[in-house]
């Protein structure tokens, strides 16, 4: 049993799933420290399929899966599910918040579950909530955001109005419907994956706010080195990542794409992650 | 990560260590609902328990001698709107469950932890309104008894020992419990209901009974050569010749 040869945050290399191969067929990704991918795909295409797999909520039924050096097709469940607790980070499209927990307590919550004792849990979710601008918001529950029950009930468990909503607490300019998805982000973010997995984290936003929150999720990317795996069907939130991998029917295909907010994310003298192992090249090329 | 927040060896990741009480704690936490709309489900859930408990808990208290096909079926009977209400309001809550469930999921939460914990709103609310309604019978079962005939069957059942009902409570507060996390499972949800409407469907049964009654003459026709009768060969005689 080998590395890969240039050891990529996470490497998947040949997986087939079901058996059949009928949704996901030899299918390849690698992706850098600190780099942000997006896998592009009309519905059907196995996106779902290939973030299950990936995450390992699914097991491929053939190929490898490497994540920071270690083979995750070899762990065993209980393994497997401890370190995806503690080194993989997942966004859902239908990203669900209790309505009993503030944002704070539901950031902190993958941490409590995870072992971390409740002051030092708090803290962390307050600092990640900093770091995503909703701060203000740590305190309130869903349901208690303005106007989250007109503009983001897609989001939240419970889509009753507050009884008293309060007002004037969050930045200006930041709609409940985006102070959820960043909260989700958050929540994702606060155990400081390895590899960050987020199934359309953009939906519904406009322009603006996706352009913002995409602004941050690269930037946090970055500083703390976390693979970012972004799952879409749209192309412009497929723009706003660094590399594009297309997966039709099942099997991806490479495509240089020019990002048109191009800027220096990857760490200067990183391996560019390749699955056949060649020399490091300068271009971005995806698999 | 040990419970200051601190890394630890990378071994240790394997094992992760939840805080003592922490589950029972969030379950208790998320139990409680928050929404005026949850709260009232809720509590028409506790309620329609209440309903239904004081039925079961005399069936389980009273004498086996004193339980009769018939005073079996009037309890039972006596429970049966109880019982659709808790049927109806659990069923009503599923879905705040599944939500709860996923939620927790989504949050690193294992399976079997998201689903107790999404859970422990039915099983508090239907648990308490039967514990209530079971308390209430067990604490006037003795007025309840001198008040009723002789004759009755509740008479002999309400004479049972105090200490038989502290688990006569119990089951009945388990059973209530249970009874309605069935109602709100989604197995239901798998069911074609349509089938059953379909069934009630008033032209199809029209179309039905016609198609039954017109099935009837044929057969009654096509039968009639077989009855060897002396009237029927007669009958057969005078037909005039094709």
């Not at chain 1, 949704?23 to 991918?37: D, K």
């Not at chain 1, 994310?265 to 699955?275: D, E, I, K, Y």
């Amino acid at each position: 049993m080998s590395l890969p040869s240039d050891n990529p945050m996470l490497d998947a290399r040949g997986l087939v799933f079901p058996a059949d191969g009928s949704v996901l067929n030899q299918v390849g990704l690698a992706v850098g420290e600190g780099e942000t991918v997006a896998v592009l795909g009309a519905q059907g295409a196995g996106k779902s399929a290939l973030m299950s797999c990936l995450s390992g909520e699914s097991i491929a039924a053939a190929g490898t899966l490497w994540t920071n050096g270690k083979p995750i097709h070899l762990l065993s469940p209980e393994r497997r599910r401890a370190f995806r607790l503690r080194h993989y980070g997942l966004v859902h499209q239908s990203t669900v918040f209790l309505p009993e927990l503030t944002l704070a307590q539901a950031t902190g919550l993958p941490l409590r579950f995870a072992g971390v004792g409740q002051r030092a849990a708090a803290q962390r979710a307050h600092t990640w909530l900093t770091r995503f601008e909703i701060e203000g918001a740590a305190h309130l529950r869903p349901p208690e955001l303005p106007g989250e029950a007109e503009s983001a009930n897609s989001l939240s468990a419970n889509s009753l109005p507050a009884e008293t909503p309060p007002t004037g607490i969050l930045p200006t300019g930041i709609l409940p419907a985006e102070t959820l998805r960043r909260a989700a982000l958050a929540r994702a973010m606060v155990n400081e994956p390895l590899v960050l997995f987020a199934d359309e984290p953009f939906i519904g936003l406009s322009d603006e706010s996706t352009d913002t929150t995409m602004r941050i999720l690269r930037s946090v990317a970055r500083s703390h080195g976390t693979a970012v795996i972004v799952f879409t069907r749209d192309t412009r939130t497929a723009t706003r990542c660094e590399r594009i991998v297309h997966l039709v029917a099942g099997r991806t295909a490479a495509e240089p794409v020019p990002v048109a907010t191009a800027t220096p994310v990857r760490p200067p003298g990183f391996p560019v992650a390749t699955s056949s192992g060649a020399k490091p090249s300068p271009a971005r090329v995806a698999r | 990560m040990n419970t200051n927040g601190t890394l630890v060896a990378a071994d240790g990741y394997f094992e992760p260590r939840e805080t003592a009480w922490f589950r029972t704690r969030l379950a208790l936490r998320l139990a409680v609902p928050v929404e005026r709309g949850a709260r009232v489900a809720a509590l028409k859930l506790a309620a329609s328990a209440a309903l239904a408990a004081p039925p079961v808990t005399i069936v389980l208290i009273a004498p086996m001698a004193t339980l009769t096909l018939g005073s079996v079926t009037g309890l039972l009977a006596a429970g049966l709107p109880g019982f659709a209400a808790t049927a109806w309001t659990a069923a009503g809550l599923r879905e705040s469950r599944l939500l709860a469930t996923r939620g927790l999921r989504q949050a690193g939460a294992e399976q079997r932890t998201a689903w107790l914990i999404g859970a422990a709103r039915l099983c508090l609310f239907a648990g308490i309104g039967a514990l209530a309604g079971s308390a209430l019978v067990a604490l006037t079962h003795a007025t309840l008894g001198a008040a009723v005939p002789d004759y009755s069957p509740l008479h002999r059942m309400f004479a049972a020992n105090a200490l038989t009902w502290l688990p006569a409570i119990t089951v009945t507060t388990t059973l209530a419990a249970v009874g309605a996390l069935l109602a709100s499972s989604p197995l239901w949800e798998q069911i074609d209901w349509s089938r059953f409407a379909r069934g009630l469907n008033v032209r199809a049964l029209n179309a039905r009974t016609l198609h039954v009654r017109t099935l009837n003459v044929r057969t009654a026709r096509l039968d009639m050569p077989r009855f060897k009768t002396p009237l029927f060969r007669a009958m057969r005689r005078s037909r005039p010749p094709h």
